[in-house]
Antibody
Framework: QVRLVQSGPEVKKPGASVSVSCKASGYTLTTYDLSWVRQAPGQGLEWMGWIRPYNGNTNYAQKFQGRVTMTTDTSTNTAYMELRSLRSDDTAMYYC????????????WGQGTLVTVSS | DIQMTQSPSSVSASVGDRVTITCRASQGISNWLVWYQQKPGKAPKLLIYTASTLQSGVPSRFSGSGSGTDFTLTISSLQPEDSATYYCQQADSFPITFGQGTRLEIK
């Protein structure tokens, strides 16, 4: 069974950095592409970027360029998303999701990691 | 970036009703269109991909159609468990973009 399990909730102060992990089980991470999508409270889905674990290629949304880094550790079958210079409007649920480049869908999704940015 | 616009933003319907949600892309995306269902506190769930292909395990009352810029998600006979927010997503090109969501409420 293909599954993504994310790390636990985080509370950070403005200006800090956060790293969220996403561990894949039931498949090898390098088999599929992966993205990070966030959702602010009561809001819609916002694409942050994409990584191809096979070769480490990335594509980040312009909004997050320079503040986000997506990486993978193939030895532990885990993906990571680091977001720096946090602001209060970065408070959101962050999801990782497996991306099918053949069909364009995201499935499965991780359970989500709530990141709260507050002074 | 390709903008995705859903309508309506919210809809209220009764059990057994037929419900249609539309999604319009700001430029042609062929059939690179995906639909998700999201319930409160849960991650989105894949319903339909390539505009009209039903994901395995999704009830057949859900269907999708469209190509180019205009797409629809139809629920043929609404069930109580269909209360959720529905999102469309274009997969034609990066950056991937989502519609703003349609909240479906059961009367």
């Amino acid at each position: 069974q293909v599954r993504l399990v994310q790390s636990g909730p985080e509370v950070k102060k403005p200006g800090a950095s956060v790293s969220v992990s996403c561990k894949a089980s039931g498949y090898t991470l390098t088999t599929y592409d992966l993205s990070w999508v966030r959702q602010a409270p009561g809001q819609g889905l916002e694409w942050m970027g994409w990584i191809r674990p096979y070769n480490g290629n990335t594509n980040y949304a312009q909004k997050f360029q320079g503040r986000v880094t997506m990486t993978t550790d193939t030895s532990t079958n885990t993906a990571y998303m680091e977001l720096r210079s946090l602001r209060s409007d970065d408070t959101a649920m962050y999801y990782c999701a497996t991306y099918s480049s053949s069909y364009g869908w995201y499935d499965p999704w991780g359970q989500g990691t709530l990141v709260t940015v507050s002074s | 970036d390709i903008q995705m616009t859903q309508s309506p933003s919210s809809v209220s319907a009764s059990v057994g009703d037929r419900v249609t949600i539309t999604c319009r892309a700001s430029q042609g995306i062929s059939n690179w269109l995906v639909w998700y269902q999201q319930k409160p506190g849960k991650a989105p769930k894949l319903l339909i991909y390539t505009a009209s292909t039903l994901q395995s395990g999704v009830p057949s009352r859900f269907s999708g159609s469209g190509s180019g810029t205009d797409f629809t998600l139809t629920i043929s006979s609404l069930q109580p468990e269909d209360s959720a927010t529905y999102y469309c997503q274009q997969a034609d090109s990066f950056p991937i973009t989502f519609g703003q969501g349609t909240r479906l409420e059961i009367k």
